[in-house]
């Protein structure tokens, strides 16, 4: 049983480029959480979402951040025109339902140049 | 709102010494709570939690006990490994969907 498979593991991106993170959630799972960790700090919650609904978008940003996760397919996470300040690690997760345990990914790491 | 606070690192211990990682956390009522590890280059696992006031969680050698009185979860060990160097995040949950994360602390184990 595959866990949550986050892809690229590494990208890097020039300023003004756009930037996509895709995550597969675990089999069976419906739910995914996306989490930005700065560099030297915890995980913040960015946004929430179940097939094809954003239930939560409070800890994403308002401009250039978007997600989305579609009825089939992984969810995707974009950025776009991205600068340097978005150079983080993001991590996704999944849970079988709104109140369970969430697993996650082995993240992805964007570096801006 | 909600919020964690965990001990500052870098926590630097000899191996076969005593662990303990401080966490607080501020919440509205009576969240559920973790410990999760993240090992260098990997993603977040969970190691342990507990959901109820004087819930004990353990898993490898680890233990960390709910205290309502002082909203405490702090991480224990009593003889830590090389192979325990890593990153150790407390958190807290509602059911409400998103985990709320403290700082971190960086653990590193010196044979």
């Known amino acids: 049983n595959a866990g949550v498979m986050q892809n690229p593991r590494h990208l890097v991106r020039r300023r003004g480029q756009e930037a996509r993170l895709r995550c597969s959630p675990m089999?069976?799972?419906?739910?995914v959480y996306w989490y930005r960790q700065l560099p030297e700090e915890g995980l913040k919650f960015m946004v929430y979402?179940?097939?094809?609904?954003?239930?939560?978008e409070s800890g994403m940003p308002k401009e250039r951040f978007s997600a989305e996760f579609p009825k089939e397919g992984p969810s995707i996470l974009r950025i776009q025109q991205v600068v340097r300040g978005d150079s983080a690690a993001y991590f996704c997760?999944?849970?079988?339902?709104?109140?369970?345990?969430?697993?996650f990914g082995p993240g992805t790491r964007l570096t801006v140049t | 709102g909600n919020s964690v606070t965990q001990m500052e690192g870098p926590v630097t211990l000899s191996e076969e010494a005593f662990l303990t990682i401080n966490c607080t956390y501020t919440?509205?009522?009576?969240?559920?709570l973790f410990w999760y590890v993240q090992y260098p280059g990997e993603g977040l696992q969970l190691l342990l939690k507990?959901?109820?006031?004087?819930d004990k969680g353990s898993n490898k050698g680890f233990e960390a006990t709910y205290r309502k009185e002082t909203t405490s979860f702090h991480l224990e060990k009593g003889s830590v490994q090389v192979s325990d160097s890593a990153v150790y995040f407390c958190?807290?949950?509602?059911?409400?969907?998103?985990?709320?994360f403290g700082t971190g602390t960086r653990l590193t184990i010196i044979p």
């Open positions: 997760a999944s849970s079988l339902g709104p109140s369970d345990e969430q697993y």
């Open positions: 979402l179940q097939k094809e609904n954003i239930i939560d």
């Open positions: 919440a509205t009522g009576y969240p559920s």
């Open positions: 507990a959901t109820k006031a004087d």
């Open positions: 958190a807290l949950f509602f059911g409400n969907e998103k985990l709320t």
């Open positions: 089999k069976g799972h419906s739910h």
